[in-house]
């Protein structure tokens, strides 16, 4: 059974530092693509950053560049987003996600239809 588990939510005054963890397991982790993405109230699921198979491309959605640093151990099984000046906007819940890398375009950002696991979300609330 596959299972994607985010942790590391909290509330933040902006300015400050959050790092989400997702631990996965039931399927093989190493192959695939891992993507964060964000949901704040009224609005589309959003793709944050996505790390392809073996960390070695990142991609990141303008509004986080610079902020936000994606990566993952393929010894345990898990994904992070370090989250670095962190503003009222970025209050979303954010959810990780597993996808196979696509042809041609491998882990590029490929929006939520791309992946095909899901964890439950942990919510990041930034104050001003």
């Known amino acids: 059974q596959v299972q994607l588990v985010e942790s590391g939510g909290g509330s933040v005054q902006a300015g400050g530092s959050l790092t989400l963890s997702c631990a996965a397991s039931?399927?093989?982790?190493?192959?695939?693509?891992m993507g964060w993405f964000r949901q704040a109230p009224g609005k589309e699921r959003e793709e944050v950053a996505t790390?392809?198979?073996?960390?070695?491309?990142?991609y990141y959605v303008d509004s986080v560049k610079g902020r936000f640093t994606i990566s993952r151990d393929n010894a345990k099984n898990t994904v992070y987003l370090q989250m670095n000046s962190l503003k009222p906007e970025d209050t979303a819940m954010y959810y990780c996600?597993?996808?196979?890398?696509?042809?041609?375009?491998?882990?590029?950002?490929?929006?939520?239809?791309?992946?095909?696991?899901w964890g439950q979300g942990t919510q990041v609330t930034v104050s001003s």
């Open positions: 790390i392809s198979t073996l960390g070695i491309r990142t």
């Open positions: 996600a597993a996808g196979r890398p696509r042809f041609p375009v491998g882990c590029a950002p490929q929006g939520p239809g791309a992946y095909n696991y």
């Open positions: 039931g399927y093989t982790y190493s192959n695939y693509c």
